[in-house]
């Protein structure tokens, strides 16, 4: 789905339409912004607050992504700088280190960056790593509402020009 971003006064990083698919309609979507060139993903960034479990079925979907592309994913997580991983988080990315090991031997990486604001370092990252797309889950809508559809946020200048692909289950 092509997207121009905010239209009218709202400072959203998508438009409306592409939001209202991304939350109501429950299939995986590949959102284009108006200003991506095109070129096959070879640095894809994963962010994550490991909140959710991902289901074998998300996992399976990025990792054909990552073998149809030969693409490196580079898993983030933001946190606060006094701000350690509860137990349920800990076994959320244990679990998703132990099947990327399991799949791949190189082709992913896991970064954890200490920042206030997740919007901020997410940009900042892609910025500086030369990420070509982006891959979020939208079992966990606020995770990626707190990035997507904040109004008062200037926007997100990787959401600009890279493709963002919001996966459901």
């Keep these: 789905m092509g997207t121009k971003g905010a239209s009218g006064i709202q400072e959203s990083v998508i438009g409306s339409n592409t939001g209202d698919v991304i939350t109501k309609v429950a299939c995986n979507l590949l959102v284009v912004p108006e200003n991506a060139k095109f070129n096959s993903p070879k ?17 399976e979907t990025i990792s054909k992504v990552l073998h149809m592309c030969k693409a490196n994913l580079q ?11 509860n137990p ?24 954890n960056l200490k920042d206030k604001n997740v ?21 966990n809508l606020n ?19 890279l493709p963002l692909l919001v996966l459901h289950e």
């Design 43 to 59: 640095e894809i960034a994963f962010p994550t607050d490991y909140n959710i479990f991902y289901s074998h079925a998300i996992l």
């Design 75 to 85: 898993v983030i997580h933001v946190s606060n700088i006094k701000k350690e991983l």
């Design 88 to 111: 349920t988080q800990k076994t959320n990315q244990t679990y998703l280190q132990d099947y990327l090991e399991e799949l791949f031997t190189k082709s992913y990486n896991f970064h």
């Design 119 to 139: 919007k901020t370092a997410i940009d900042t990252f892609t910025k500086n790593g030369n990420i070509d797309m982006v891959v979020m889950v939208a079992k």
């Design 143 to 161: 995770f990626l509402q707190q990035l997507l559809f904040d109004s008062t946020i200037e926007k997100l200048s990787f959401h600009t020009t």
